[in-house]
């Protein structure tokens, strides 16, 4: 795919995957709001000027919606709001007091802020709960090699040993191994993995040692950090068909060539051949086959992979790829590494919410460890990320791109729940010290503390922006 295309692709994503979390979570103040006989007078998805607007039906008279609700989308698509009577001005006539926010109760206040926060998390239960009715599916967990001197090698984990479970949380995917050993980010200490290996009856535990694991590192790579390399079908440098017309045909190549070495490095399988291809689009390569017991050399210069429109395809490097038109066919894993476990109705509900509490305590961990140097702010991610990532999960399939939306809900719930003014905790925090004090807080206080959150969350914003672009580059 072209980069127009992935980019378009990567900006609808965005826009669908925040314009439905935004939703949601304003849809959670607003519905409680009117349960509460809140007047709302604007419902709004993103910020600045309004690109559609309409108004809802009135109500009966006397009521919160006698005065219909004005809903709004708007320019600026990174969060929204909900405009409530009463909820910044203390003058409101008698007749509306009891449609105000600012007049209702503190019980009522509460409820109203943090439905927005638990909308997201109901949100991503249902998620989760459709994603383990519909089966979850993965690869197991098969260690297919282990670096040389690696944390890995040290703890003597052996290719064709299977991870049960990591620090006594099972494993039955590697995406499972993953989310175990995100949570020791920035750790030091010992991480406990039982192993199985059908070469032997019992399990066994290995403790892989760790010192400020990953801490500093942007994106890091988890299971590579620890010498582990997944188990995978090694496919031989073997050519089974060769393209006419193709720079394969024109250097010689023929079906059944053993690809030996290609300028006097040796070739040990498909992919790293596939490697020296793709990296040296327009280079001459001295390359060494072996046809029928008998050892040939011959030249070939790859061509440039083109797309459909005719642009040249580029690595993930942005460079340029190598082509030489042949092929091989990949066999397939065996049946036992796919794994696939389906859920009952009721089942998949115990798993939604087990999923989503912890996942949430997976993010305030993430965040704590943040705040404490344990990991680097350099993960923090923006809107160019969000939308990379959930363009690449829209492609992957509807599995993915739910799962990434729910841990998106996630996290959207736990951030709006931090105690900083302008977020929805900021306000829960004030109306905490209002039950302790049995009084509001000052509103000169409160305003002070709107811009200190204001400014806290601007740079937090420019901080996840700038690590975005960082990663462009």
Known sequence: MDILGSTIISLLAMLVTLGILVTIHEYGHFIVARLCGVRVERFSIGFGKPLLAWKGKPGKAGTSSEVPTEYVISALPLGGYVKMLGEQEDDIGPDLRKQSFGHKSLLQRTAIVAAGPVANFLLAIILYWCVFLAGVSGLAPVVGDVEPGSAADQATLLAGDEIVSVDGQPTSTWQDVRIALLDRLGESGTIELQVSNQNSSLPRTVSVFITDWLGETEAPDLLGSLGLVPYHQVVPPVIEEVVAGGRAEAAGLQPGDLIVASNNEVIRNWSMWLDVVRNNPETALAVEVLRDGYTIQTGLTPAVRLAENGEPEL????????????????????DWMNRTQAYSVFAAVQRAFAETL??????????????????????????????????ETATYGLE???????????????LNLLPIPVLDGGHLFY????????RPVPRRIQ????????MLVGCIMLLALFNDVNRLF
């Open 447 to 454: 305003e002070l503390g709107m811009q200190v959150g204001m």
């Open 431 to 438: 109306y905490a010290i209002e039950a302790l004090i049995r």
């Open 358 to 391: 912890d996942n949430s305590i997976f993010v305030l961990d993430s965040i704590g460890k943040m705040l404490t140097g344990n990991i680097s702010v350099k993960n923090l991610s923006g809107p160019i990320t969000i939308a990379q990532v959930a363009g």
């Open 315 to 334: 690595t993930e490097e942005g460079a340029e790829q190598g082509y030489i038109g042949a092929s091989v066919v990949v066999p397939q894993l065996p």
């Open 400 to 414: 993915y791109y739910i799962s990434f939306l729910a841990l998106l809900s996630i996290s959207l719930g736990v």
